[in-house]
């Protein structure tokens, strides 16, 4: 049988974005393809498939960037390319907001903002509930829309958002956002029954 890797996509991949979801990955023992990070992402999607497939443990996070390119640049043609693999499975998608030089938006499910509130409406760069339902203006979020996965989150920028998701204070937006996709991927649950057979085998 076909071996399949489970993967949760980021649409960021600057220095901050690799700092926390490496950080991120870390927390709930999955793993990071470092080499993902780019701004904008220089690695085509076949390349990062191959890097998938190499790592050992669920979750896979995955980095992506467009570095403000209006509609499908680098970073959303290596996305689309992994997140159709018949060898990937996404789990969700962290969505991160930009300010971008023209209107590129996506749909979300819900977003969490600056304060860790979860919400239907979209959020700012700054992580600041925005007016529209449903969406958020970013960078690499063009494809966003033709995916069929099981859960978009929006956030603020990545590891940033006047620091309150900073690395130094355990980035509890996206540790939010990472969580809430591991619950709705059913993941949740399969870290926390494993954790318990562990501890009965001791």
């Known amino acids: 049988m076909t071996e399949t890797r489970r993967v949760i996509i980021v ?18 023992g999955g793993r990071c393809i470092s080499q993902s990070k780019g701004n904008p992402t220089f690695l085509t999607g076949p390349e990062i498939v191959k890097l998938i497939l190499k790592t050992p443990y669920d979750p896979v996070f995955v980095m992506f960037d467009d570095c403000g390119l209006l509609e499908e640049g680098p970073g959303e043609r290596a996305l689309m390319h992994v997140a159709e693999h018949p060898q990937i499975e996404v789990l969700g998608v962290i969505a991160v907001a930009a300010k971008t030089h023209g209107s590129e938006w996506t749909n979300i499910d819900v977003s969490i903002d600056r304060d860790g509130q979860i919400s239907e409406y979209g959020v700012d760069k700054s992580g600041i509930r925005e007016f529209e339902v449903g969406k958020m203006t970013g960078d690499t979020v063009y494809c966003l829309d033709r995916l069929n996965v099981p859960i978009i989150v929006g956030i603020g920028d990545i590891g940033k ?28 649950d399969e870290r926390k029954k494993s954790r318990t057979e562990d501890q009965n085998f001791i």
Request: hydrophobic letters at 40%; glycine letters at 6%.
């Open 161 to 188: 958002m006047s620091r309150k998701d900073s690395v130094d204070r355990g980035s509890p937006i996206t540790m939010k956002a990472v969580e809430l996709i591991l619950e709705r991927s059913g993941m949740a």
């Open 11 to 28: 649409t960021d991949g600057d220095v901050y974005a690799a700092k926390t979801i490496a950080y991120a990955a870390k927390k709930v």
